[in-house]
């Protein structure tokens, strides 16, 4: 006869198996760090762009003379962070076996696509019409509606990060000309710590396994 500890095991085994089949648990926590420090340098680069020296409620934007600079330091930025996410997920996959295009992914990327798709199209638009002081409120709050709206199809964690990224975006909002701090905030600390914080509660418990 099996023992308690054997049932437990097998209870264990098939809660792991139907929580794989349902959500996409390959994200790397190692990623969530560099992703937080690659846009910890690009928000510094930006902030010396765009303001004069001076005390920082005095400082005076020209960010309209600028506009493609920062479209290109920003491109630079998500492409980096990109190949970053891409590059650590895969190795995370070949190491448990897993498979990276399933129905858990393509559910967890078509629901972080639409609000992020809808935020990219609604700041080009403000952008174009040159309507700069909606860029930091908006990328941070429509990232956050997209990790609310994914995070059933990932670890939990994901939208408790979604809830710090929209109320960083509100603040933004509320003080725009600290719009450069607050996007430093939500996609640089945040993501480290996040990352952190991933790293040690699952991945590190998979390399010693």
Known sequence: MKTTDQYLDEIKEIKKMMEQSTRFLSLSGLSGVLIGIYALIGAFIAYKM??????????????????????????????????????LT???IRNTNQRFWSASSRRLLINLAIPLITGGILILIFSYRGV???????????????LVNAAKYTRQEIFYMGLVEIGLGLLSAVFPG???????????????????????????????A
Do not use: C
Not at 135 to 145: D, E, N, Q, R, V
Not at 183 to 208: C, N, P, S
């Open 50 to 87: 765009i303001y004069l020296p001076g005390p920082l409620e005095y400082r005076k934007v020209y960010a309209n003379e600028i506009t493609n600079e920062l479209f290109l330091l920003a491109s630079l930025v998500l492409l980096l962070s990109l190949s970053t996410v891409l590059w």
């Open 90 to 92: 895969f190795s995370k």
């Open 132 to 146: 700069h002081a909606v860029i930091a409120p908006f990328s941070l709050i429509f990232y956050g509606l997209a």
């Open 178 to 208: 600290m719009g450069i701090v607050f996007w430093a905030l939500g996609f640089g600390l945040v993501h480290i710590i996040y990352g952190t914080v991933m790293h040690f509660r699952y991945d590190r418990k998979i390399e010693q």
